[in-house]
Nanobody, 119 residues
Framework: QIRLVESGGGSVQAGGALRLSCSVS????????WAWFRQTQGQEREGIAT???????DYIDSVRGRFTISRDNAKNILTLQMHDLKPEDAGIYYC?????????????WGQGTQVTVSS
């Protein structure tokens, strides 16, 4: 069983930055793929960034170059640094974990944290 707890959401003006964190715990958690998903208004939840246990990462096009996913396997912390935020980035952000980054859906989820971006 893997447990994930997000923190760091909040409100920011367009063009601003936010940093989300996720504490990941559980047996062999550091060997899992970790990821960030979000659900924006009127849209289905989408995966926006993944990071393998070796640190290799991937992003969807809409956030590439603005968001950075990182992980600290020693501290079991997953981070999403977001820059140049846009109103369309607003939504609930979830961290997730699974044994594979290509599994759909991911098995383990955090409770979500709200991100609000005002124009």
């Amino acid at each position: 069983q893997i447990r994930l707890v997000e923190s760091g959401g909040g409100s920011v003006q367009a063009g601003g930055a936010l940093r989300l964190s996720c504490s990941v715990s559980g047996y062999r958690a550091s060997f899992y793929c970790w990821a960030w998903f979000r659900q924006t208004q009127g849209q289905e939840r989408e995966g926006i960034a993944t990071i393998e246990s070796d640190g290799s990462s991937d992003y969807i096009d809409s956030v590439r170059g603005r968001f950075t996913i990182s992980r600290d396997n020693a501290k079991n912390i997953l981070t999403l640094q977001m820059h140049d935020l846009k109103p369309e980035d607003a939504g609930i952000y979830y961290c997730a974990a699974d044994q594979s980054c290509i599994n759909d859906p991911f098995t383990y989820w955090g409770q979500g944290t709200q991100v609000t971006v005002s124009s």
